[in-house]
Nanobody, 120 residues
Framework: QVHLVESGGGLVQPGGSLRLSCAAS????????MRWYRQAPGNERELVAV???????TYADSVKGRFTISRSDGENTVYLQMNSLKPEDTAVYFC??????????????WGQGTQVTVSS
């Protein structure tokens, strides 16, 4: 069993910054890809960023140059640094992590979501 705990969301003014964290705990042998998604009211959930074990990452066009995804494998944690935030970044942000268990089985887990609101 694996648990993902997110933190770091909140209310910020346009142009401000937030840093999201997602920590995994439980039956973890290793971690493969780690992702951040977001979902705004009335919209589908969209992929924001993904980072792979070798450190390479990709971003949605809407956040390129403003958001940075990073990971700490020693702490089983993925981060999302969000700068120059815009009102259209308002959404619930979810982490999504591929975890290999001690038995060698790969499962994908979701965090509980954290609200990010960008408003003046």
């Amino acid at each position: 069993q694996v648990h993902l705990v997110e933190s770091g969301g909140g209310l910020v003014q346009p142009g401000g910054s937030l840093r999201l964290s997602c920590a995994a705990s439980g039956d973890i042998f290793s971690i493969d890809a780690m992702r951040w998604y977001r979902q705004a009211p009335g919209n589908e959930r969209e992929l924001v960023a993904v980072i792979f074990p070798i450190g390479s990452s990709t971003y949605a066009d809407s956040v390129k140059g403003r958001f940075t995804i990073s990971r700490s494998d020693g702490e089983n944690t993925v981060y999302l640094q969000m700068n120059s935030l815009k009102p259209e970044d308002t959404a619930v942000y979810f982490c999504n992590v591929d975890i290999i268990s001690g038995l060698g089985l790969l499962h994908t887990y979701w965090g509980q979501g954290t609200q990010v609101t960008v408003s003046s």
